[in-house]
């Protein structure tokens, strides 16, 4: 697969480069958090990042004033899995060089699968940052080199959290697995209560 850069103009049919921040204690609070070899993980929210003077700016800035969330994805991946979307642009900020996996909500079909034949990847250099748009799909971003990833996620409030309602298990309802979020899985990644969507090669960096 050809691994573009989030500077090339095709990735502006998934999001756009943020300048103008000052992410430096940001990353450097990151790299206190842990960061698995042989596996993902992903916490929402992070009250030592949060505190940060760069939490304010993100906010006001990025979110137009809306109350965000700031936590992080770090590990070790090679694979797509699932792709996910949200009602709302995501920030990611790299920590060090990752891939990400991205695809658009507009070519999911009308049965709610999707092609992964679709998915292009995209370089995100160590230190930058880019805000993926609401209908952009992605999932956990994948390993650039051996020492994994560690990236910043940014959110509104409460995105992803456990819901506190039961969705429909009908329509595009049944894709919903968390607050503000949406997926569909790849059968291969056996990921409980989610929706096997992903039609094609589960696809490997």
């Not at 809306?66 to 694979?79: A, E, S, T």
């Not at 009602?87 to 991205?102: G, K, M, T, W």
């Not at 607050?179 to 589960?202: P, Q, V």
């Amino acid at each position: 697969m050809e691994i573009q850069k989030v500077t090339d103009a095709s990735f502006g049919a998934y999001g756009k480069v943020l300048t103008g921040y000052d992410f430096a204690r940001l990353l450097e609070t990151l790299k206190q958090q842990p960061c698995p070899m042989d596996d993902v993980i992903y916490v929402p929210s992070v009250e030592a990042l949060e505190v940060l003077p760069v939490a304010e700016d993100l906010k006001k800035r990025a979110y137009g004033g809306l109350p965000i969330q700031i936590g992080y994805c770090n590990g070790n991946n090679r694979k797509l899995n699932a792709v996910e979307y949200h009602r709302s642009s995501e920030v990611d900020i790299a920590e060090n060089d990752l891939i990400l996996l991205l695809g658009r909500q507009q070519d999911i079909e009308a049965d709610h699968t999707y092609d992964t034949s679709k998915i292009e990847a995209f370089h995100l250099p160590a230190g930058m940052a880019v805000e993926l748009y609401a209908t952009t799909l992605h999932y956990a971003p994948c390993s650039a080199g051996e020492d994994g990833f560690r990236c910043v996620i940014v959110l509104p409030k409460d995105t992803n959290l456990e819901l506190d309602f039961e969705p429909l298990k009908e329509g595009e309802d049944k894709l919903m697995t968390a607050r503000n979020k949406w997926l569909i899985a790849h059968e291969d990644a056996k990921i409980a209560g989610a929706f096997c969507g992903l039609k094609g090669e589960n696809i490997s960096l």
